[in-house]
């Protein structure tokens, strides 16, 4: 079974930079689509942003500009660069395969407050 582990959330003031992680256990990580969701408190899971095996990259509109979707498949590592954070990006940020899920992962915590 695939594991998928998130880090690198934690408390930011608004303005200010994250840089998220996400880590999975599969051999098929490299011809994986991957992306990044995130679950407000109280809100569906929406989706964020995902990176194509070959780098090609797509956000929802309200990240644009903000936030950067890259990978590394040497090390199996997806990466969310956040910046110019607002309080309205606070939520538990996920990754997964963007085709087929795999099971979940813990999330990581983004609280952004002043």
């Known amino acids: 079974q695939v594991q998928l582990v998130e880090s690198g959330g934690g408390l930011v003031q608004p303005g200010g930079s994250l840089r998220l992680s996400c880590a999975a256990s599969t051999v098929i990580f490299s011809r994986s689509v991957m992306a990044w969701y995130r679950q407000a408190p109280g809100q569906q899971r929406e989706y964020v942003a995902h990176?194509?095996?070959?780098?090609?990259?797509n956000y929802v509109d309200s990240v644009k500009g903000r936030f950067t979707i890259s990978r590394d498949n040497a090390k199996n590592t997806v990466y969310l660069q956040m910046n110019s954070l607002k309080a309205e990006d606070t939520a538990v940020y996920y990754c997964?395969?963007?085709?087929?899920?795999?099971?979940w992962g813990q999330g990581t915590l983004v609280t952004v407050s002043s």
């Open positions: 990176i194509t095996s070959s780098g090609s990259t």
């Open positions: 997964n395969n963007y085709i087929k899920s795999f099971a």
